[in-house]
């Protein structure tokens, strides 16, 4: 110590077994481990003079020396070590963990299904525990949250709980502090309970030709939706969102990109359909009003998921759009011997394993037209 206090600066001391004190030029004194590792010199700072004593940095120095020994890296194991303190002594908000997951699932999600995916824990979970550190986070903090809803809105309830468990792993996958085991005991907590599965509400097969009928003369973009829908069985994105240049006029198909498919984002094919001359008619009907390029295009934009229920209500018709989705296909079952598979993918519907679906590319798309136009031929029969 007395050499260090002599010594004037700028100047490098050593005290051997790889210690030096550099001294400054205004006399501040920094301590460093200074080392090979896999053939590349290394500078390390223990601390300053004031801050440390000349006895902890010789503590120090022997520490980082026995784990050189074992063949550990110093620099490598202090910055872990340090990481590893900073996690334990960072708070987390559930909210803020609730976010970060969402974020980081968010590019695999639909568009259209996003806010979905967060607006249930926004609504009924961030509101009474978002503000509570997760690492406080008990069982009962969650059945008190979720019980007003556990039993009269079970399925949002179970999503809550399931993403509550989504953000949790991914938390502790980062080494946040917090116990996995509360979204089993919460469960528990609140209690088992048996659901009802409703269907949406379809219109029988049957009664269709006599609506098709009624809706024949009518060129509202409501009307037009509808019989884009009973005729096609699009589900609601893809019907909403269909523009002409998705049509293919000498192949008489019209195809869908993936993005506006049920499915997860960029994994989803594009999906074709076939265009009997029903369809063919409404889409020329269509054009007479195009805008953008979008078929249903309304004074506010996009026709909304709502406009072709809010038709069918004004009609005092209880069945929903997506119920003539069942309706074709109990249709298909009873009336017809069309094939199990032609069926399915009428609907859009992912048909045999994914090793099989690897095999059989084919989309069957004449099988779907002579269906497609058997379907056609049914729901119009009534129209003169």
């Known amino acids: 110590m007395a050499q260090i206090n002599r010594a004037v600066g700028p100047r490098k001391l050593s005290d051997g077994g790889n210690l030096w004190a550099h001294k400054q030029a205004s006399g501040s004194v920094q301590f460093k481990f200074v080392y090979d590792f896999r053939g590349k010199r290394r500078d390390m700072g223990l601390g300053g003079l004031g801050k440390i004593t000349l006895k902890q940095a010789r503590s120090m ?19 872990s070590i340090r990481r590893q303190a900073d996690i334990l002594t960072k708070e987390y908000s559930v909210e803020q963990i609730c976010a970060e997951t969402f974020d980081e699932i968010k590019p695999t999600l639909k568009e259209s299904a996003r806010d979905r995916w967060f607006s249930p824990l926004r609504i009924h979970v ?9 690492s406080d986070l008990t069982q009962h903090h969650i059945h008190n949250a ?29 080494d946040v502090d917090v116990n996995l085991g509360v979204i089993d005991s919460a469960r528990a907590l609140l209690g088992k309970v048996t659901v009802k599965p409703t269907n949406i509400k379809a219109m029988p097969y049957e009664e269709i030709p006599d609506l098709y009928r009624d809706l024949y003369d009518d060129k509202l973009l409501g009307a037009l939706a509808l019989k ?25 198909t019209m195809r869908f990109p993936g993005h506006l498919m049920k499915g997860k984002e960029g994994l989803t094919p594009d999906f074709t359909i076939p265009l009997c001359d029903k369809c063919s008619e409404i889409i020329t009907q269509c054009r007479a009003n195009e805008r953008r390029g979008y078929m249903f295009y309304g004074a506010r934009g996009v026709i ?21 989705r069942s309706s074709m296909r109990t249709w298909l079952s009873e009336q017809t011997d069309c094939p199990r598979d032609v069926a399915e ?20 798309i004449e099988q779907r037209r002579v269906y497609q136009k058997m379907w056609s031929d049914y729901v119009t029969s009534k129209i003169r």
């Open 146 to 174: 979720l019980k007003p809803i556990w039993r009269s809105k079970h399925e949002t309830a179970d999503k809550c709980l399931r993403r509550l468990g989504m953000a949790l792993t991914r938390a502790k996958a980062h």
């Open 126 to 134: 961030l509101p009474k525990i978002g503000t509570l550190n997760v």
């Open 345 to 364: 993918m009428m609907l859009a519907h992912i048909v045999g394993s994914t090793v099989e679906r690897a095999y059989n590319r084919t989309d069957l």
């Open 61 to 79: 120095a022997e520490n980082y020396r026995l784990m050189l020994g074992a063949g550990l890296d110093p620099i490598t194991e202090r910055d």
């Open 304 to 324: 909304s998921d709502a406009t072709v229920g809010a038709y069918l209500t004004r009609l005092g018709i209880a069945a929903r759009p997506h119920g003539f």
């Open 228 to 252: 884009f829908t009973i005729l096609t069985a699009l589900r609601s994105t893809p019907l909403r969102n269909a523009r002409f240049e998705f049509i293919d006029e000498p192949t008489r």
